[in-house]
């Protein structure tokens, strides 16, 4: 880990002289394939901004044409309509409320374990660290119907404490706060100690704001992974005031089957904060990817 | 550091019996930090396997009492037409998709992976789609591919290229699912590859082009043996990932035309959530853990060793 940041990142480090020949031809070649990339999305996002009688059309037109003519009625028509019988503004707070509480859940649990594992020593860390790391190549699908039992006797279906509970069950947020821990120097730990102070204290204190990179990191790939969830909450939701957005998208998508501006409309809405928040974020995870060294 | 701990510590026996009791305490304080990780880690994680491993030997329907029937939903499974059918069609999904699932990601993390400007608006935009929910990459392609109004044919025959229902062409099908699932989650993978490509030395280049080595030969010779064991990660994590493919085929053909897309994971949702199967379904969720093991085993065994 150490050794990661000590070697210099050598696209930073290095800037180009000259702007070579192979230089301008990386740079086509990059725009190129970049374009195709973005093509599915923008199409997405330029779609929901067309109006009805433009959506359909042959030859296909990317923009609005003409710009003027950029409309929020295929927004207006999903959100305050039925669509398709579904409730979609419904299925955003639900989404979000799963995804902000489930997040803060993991945060906290995790944290607290990942700590303990790290600093702290007790019968049985050893086990448990190692459950835990081999519980990551799991598939969950080997989970999925004994969780469901589960939670059919706890009274749990078609409730949000099932979308919120089980996947923050999962071991690896654990594992990255604990190898993040691992890697603090003891020091600071030590002197606290010494002069009276409580774990918990040091915890709070003096670990916490060490590590506000790491927990936004184990915050931001949570709050992903909750909003982007789709298996698990189309098992355990059947009414559809408790569905979430990535269930409701599907179940639209069947009855809205060929009304393309508003399914557009729908899946720009559920992709927008994903996709905001992943601008915002995008230096922390791929810092944390190194961190861990999870690519071996 | 040490010495500044021994001096603060009181000496002899009344040390030792201290420490025992910092000892004691610091053990209940562990359990009570882990503790509410490890509930819910037991119950939805723990518990599932030996749970699921029992169900997988009985017949139940949640409804009738659950009767035990040893390994015979394991045996039943091995001259289940549909469960082969649904298995081939996994292996097939996996033959094409795995390979791409290592190149196209390998081409723009070396693409990307360069003194230029710009690098991050790149490395954004091959990564955005990842962050897109499975039901709204569906709903775009889905449209792409449609036969009438979608853009994927009018922009082929552009080119020359007869276009046709491709997800509802026995043939075109699953290439066309696995284009999306490409589309769709090679940033992860170009992520990982890019932090291995910056682990790599720059010395190592530098050496080599004073010997006069060119484009491809330090391709061949230092950044592919460096990825080595980005690769490897990449390798394993993409099989099991492409055998547990479900939700993006469930939203783009349901399984079809003709079951030709159905998959290992579809057959266990339908087997227990839509024939309450139970014991059926969890015997096919045990052999597909069981397929990944040995997949990843051989992934780990066939690849040379890293040499430090």
């Known amino acids: 880990m150490n050794q990661i940041t000590a070697t210099p990142l050598p696209s930073h480090a290095r800037r180009p002289r000259r702007k070579s020949w192979a230089y301008v031809r990386r740079y086509i070649a990059l725009i190129i ?52 019988g579904y409730n ?6 639900n989404s979000m409320l799963v995804s902000i509480l489930g997040t803060f859940l993991v945060i906290v649990i995790d944290v607290l374990a990942g ?63 604990r190898q993040f821990f691992m890697g603090i120097p003891t020091d600071l730990e030590d002197a606290a100690q010494i002069d009276g102070a409580s774990r918990l204290d040091i915890l ?90 999870i690519k071996g | 550091m040490t010495t500044l701990n021994n001096a603060s510590l009181p000496s002899g026996r009344q040390q030792v019996s201290l420490r025992k009791r910092w000892w004691r305490q610091q053990t209940w304080s562990a359990y009570l930090y882990m503790l509410p990780f490890l509930i819910l880690f037991t119950l939805f994680y723990v518990y599932p396997i030996f749970q699921g491993l029992y169900i997988s030997l009985t017949s139940w329907d949640l409804i009738t009492p659950q009767k035990y029937i040893g390994f015979q939903n394991y045996t039943n499974l091995l001259s289940d037409k549909q469960f082969w059918t649904t298995l081939r069609n996994t292996a097939y999904f996996t033959a094409l998709n795995v390979p791409l699932a290592i190149l196209v990601p390998l081409g723009l993390a070396l693409l990307v992976n360069a003194p230029i400007r710009g690098q991050g608006i790149f ?101 592919l043996p460096g990825l080595q064991p980005t690769t490897l990660f990449i390798a394993v994590t993409t099989v099991i990932g492409s055998f547990r493919v479900f939700a993006i085929i469930l939203q783009l053909t349901g399984g079809g035309p003709f079951e030709s897309t159905r998959s290992v994971v579809q057959n266990l949702y339908e087997t227990a959530f839509q024939f309450f199967k139970m014991g059926k379904a969890s015997a096919i969720a045990w052999i597909l853990f069981a397929i990944v093991l040995v997949f990843t085993i051989l992934q780990f065994r066939l690849s040379p060793n890293p040499t430090e």
């Not at chain 1, 929901?48 to 359909?56: A, R, V």
């Not at chain 2, 066309?176 to 291995?196: C, E, P, Q």
């Open chain 2, 123 to 223: 490395r954004t935009v091959f990564s955005v789609p990842m962050m897109i929910s499975v039901s709204a990459i569906a709903i775009i392609w889905r449209w792409f591919y449609d036969p009438t109004s979608g853009i994927t044919n009018y922009y082929l025959e552009l080119i020359g290229i007869q276009g046709r229902n491709w997800l509802t062409d026995i043939n075109t099908a699953m290439p066309a699912i696995v284009i999306a699932d490409i589309w769709w989650r090679s940033g992860w993978n170009m992520t990982l590859f890019m932090a291995g490509l910056q682990e790599i030395p720059e010395e190592l280049y530098d050496a080599a082009k004073i010997d006069g080595a060119g484009g491809w030969n330090l391709f061949r010779y230092i950044t």
């Open chain 1, 88 to 93: 979609v503004p419904r299925a955003f707070f």
């Open chain 1, 204 to 293: 709070w204190y003096i670990v916490l704001p060490l590590s506000r990179g790491i927990i936004a990191t184990l915050a931001v790939l949570t709050f992903l992974l909750y909003w982007n969830d789709f298996v698990w909450p189309y098992i355990v939701v059947n009414q559809a005031s408790q569905m979430t957005v990535p269930v409701v998208l599907y179940a639209i998508s069947g009855s809205l089957f060929n009304r393309y501006g508003a399914l557009m409309s729908a899946a720009a809405l559920a992709a927008l904060p994903a996709i905001i928040l992943f601008m915002f974020a995008q230096r922390l995870i791929i810092r944390s990817i190194t961190l861990t060294g």
């Open chain 1, 115 to 177: 700590y303990a594992l790290a600093r702290m020593r007790f019968p049985g860390r050893g086990l448990i660290f190692a459950v835990i790391v081999s519980s990551m190549i799991l598939p969950a699908e080997v989970l999925l119907i004994p969780n469901y039992i589960t939670v059919w006797k706890l009274g749990w279906l078609d409730d949000l404490k099932a979308l919120i509970a089980v996947p923050a069950a999962a071991g690896f947020g654990v594992f990255l706060m």
């Open chain 1, 33 to 84: 394939v970049s374009l195709i990339w973005l093509a599915p999305v923008a199409w997405l996002f330029l779609t929901s901004l067309k109006p009805e009688n433009q959506i359909t059309v042959a030859p296909p037109r990317w923009f609005p044409h003409p710009l003027s003519t950029m409309t929020l009625q295929n927004y207006e028509e999903l959100l305050f309509r039925l669509a398709g």
